[in-house]
């Protein structure tokens, strides 16, 4: 039966057009034969549904009586799986039903590609001689204007706004070290966290406003009746605070006090008493799962309202507005009835990534007319760059990675890899001698990785229903991942004689632990994260969370603490021979401190040049050093790359209820 003519459809970076019998990949034409292009679509025409071999044989194999059905089938589809990178293995395209038939699991979308066209997008600059922050920015519910934070050339960062009728930004007095910026109700004041504190400030200017207490910000939210719901800390509930400050109250359920459960990236609907927030992180003990919720300030039940989104999310013209498969996607929403209903929007294609794995943000924020802003993976990717201890940059490791690890010989880098641009992260091995690198994992969340003192294994985090886990696995890929740590574990190293040291959330805040080989439970040590065992295993250095910064205790005593970094610092490194400490400071410039192994005594801390690093704090390591003390960093490109502005999307709802009735 011949296939009928219809729009493309859309999966992953690919497209395949019926009508003129193409398969694309990010517009570029793949050859693909007449048959496994007929099986193709019939699996298109209905994905996520069984297409057994009986329909495909009567469907494209009908008539040929001489025909190895058999054959002629396994080849189709291997001939499909080639064009698609996709491995029957570990499919992501192509699931085989054995002796059944095939099912396509990736999501699709046929939307008319012309769509895309009448969506108007522009892009806006930096101010001269700063550059963005990844994911720190906001548009006001008018969408009339954006703040945003931006660093100078000294990697001092600030809070500016711009209002998007004008030509020009301005900064924002008393907001240095600001994160996670959000409007008031009015688009008149700014909310935002700065040295453990919640802040306001009126961009007509005059002093910055103390709310409270709030160790860590991950997403503020302003109603009309001048109420903030927050983020206070790294694992627990929203609370709430008036506009002109108080003693914070919670307002979402209360995890149990051992959880990690963390509730974050809050958002009002139009009823100003409820709004939207993401649970992350949810235990065997927790009440709630993890996914997207509705919240009330008159209650602290939580609703439901979707387990399969992650992160933060937007709310405008009736849709809500998130992130999926490396996407920017939309899907009606009933702000009455806290339910997701109609089908879902493709806004853009294959254009944003988590930036922050831990705490699943998205480099996005919409007004309530339906505006977007948002940071386009094809300006701000960055790249591993090697650089000497001057700051000269003298080659590039390309491909998209994160979380540099180089082994102990320096040939071989461990990375994360989003190689197919659908949000899933797995765990590589790059040949730096031979340019080749072969993925370890398939899980699709797996980052944090580190090597063991021999080279021959990798220690890196997993997450599965969104809590953490450390496997270790061969670094050869030889063998398969071994469970080392239950659920929690963050961030692990591990020492020559087999202990090994991670964080851990207790109370509300990671703590460092270590697991001893002869011991059946960790130690906890004290508030701590990103450890890091000196060569000779004499040593482990970590950061303080808040503004402690990087210190040093001797192992296996682990007393006294000694203090490395002035000010706020994280992601320390070792040199291959214990003798410097490197870390990252607050203002991202690269740091040196001597080290003597023998007397545990510590120099005074030396810049060494400023990197454009892509997060100084909180997101794992993005940079290490090679046995020859070259270091390869984890950039953002030289040039500041622009924001970009997206007007337009409501007639792409209009367009899907259209083609719904």
Known sequence: MPVSPQAPIRFGVFEVDLKTRELRKRGIKVRLQDQPFEVLAALLERPGQLVTREELQNRIWAGNTFVDFDRGLNKAINRIREALGDLATTPRFIETHSRRGYRFIAAVSDMPANNIRRLL???????????????????????????????????????????????????????????SPF??????????????????VAIAGGAVRILCDARIGLGGAWNS???????????????????????????????????????????FLPRQDRFLFFVNRTGPRDLLQNGIYAGSLSSRDAHLVSPEIDGNVGFAGDHMFFVAEGGLKAQPFDPERLQLTGQVVPILQHELTIWDPVWFHQGFSVSDSGTVVFQSRTDFAPELVWADASGN???QIRGGYWGPAISPDGRFV??????????????????????????????????????????DKLIYDSIAGHASFTYGTPADGSGGPQLLLEPGSIGAHASADGSVAFARLEGGWPHLAVLFPDKDAPITVGPGVEPQFSPDGRWVSFTEPGSAGVCVRPFPALQPK???????????????????????????????VT?????GRAGAPRQLFQTRIVRAAMAGFQFDVAPTGRFLINSLPPASPPLSILVGCDSLFKDAQNGLK
């Open 183 to 200: 409007w008031g109700p009015d688009s008149r004041h700014i909310g935002f966290f700065a040295g453990g504190k919640l802040k306001t």
């Open 393 to 395: 940059e003298y080659g």
């Open 562 to 592: 000694i203090k490395i970094s002035v000010g706020p610092a994280s992601q320390s490194r070792w040199s291959r021979d214990g003798t410097q400490l490197f870390f990252i400071a607050g203002d991202r410039k690269l740091m040196a």
């Open 595 to 599: 080290f003597d192994p023998e007397s």
């Open 225 to 267: 009746d001048d109420i903030i719901v927050f983020t206070r800390q790294i694992a627990g509930p929203l609370y709430r605070v008036t506009a002109d400050g108080g003693t914070p109250v919670p307002v979402t359920p209360i995890p149990d006090e051992l959880s990690s459960q963390l509730h974050c990236w809050p958002v």
């Open 121 to 179: 997008r522009a892009s806006l600059l930096a101010p001269p001689n700063t550059s963005f922050l990844p994911n720190q920015f906001a548009l006001s519910r008018d969408g009339s204007r954006l703040t945003f934070i931006a660093a100078d050339s000294n990697g001092v960062e600030a809070l500016w706004v711009r209002d998007l009728s004008a030509a020009t930004a301005q900064r924002l007095a008393g907001t240095e070290g600001a994160r």
């Open 414 to 455: 461990a990375v994360s890899s989003d190689e197919f641009h659908d949000g899933k992260w797995y765990v590589c091995v790059h040949d730096v001698e031979r340019g080749v690198t072969s993925r370890l994992t398939d899980g699709g969340r797996e980052w944090f990785t580190s090597w063991s003192p021999m080279g």
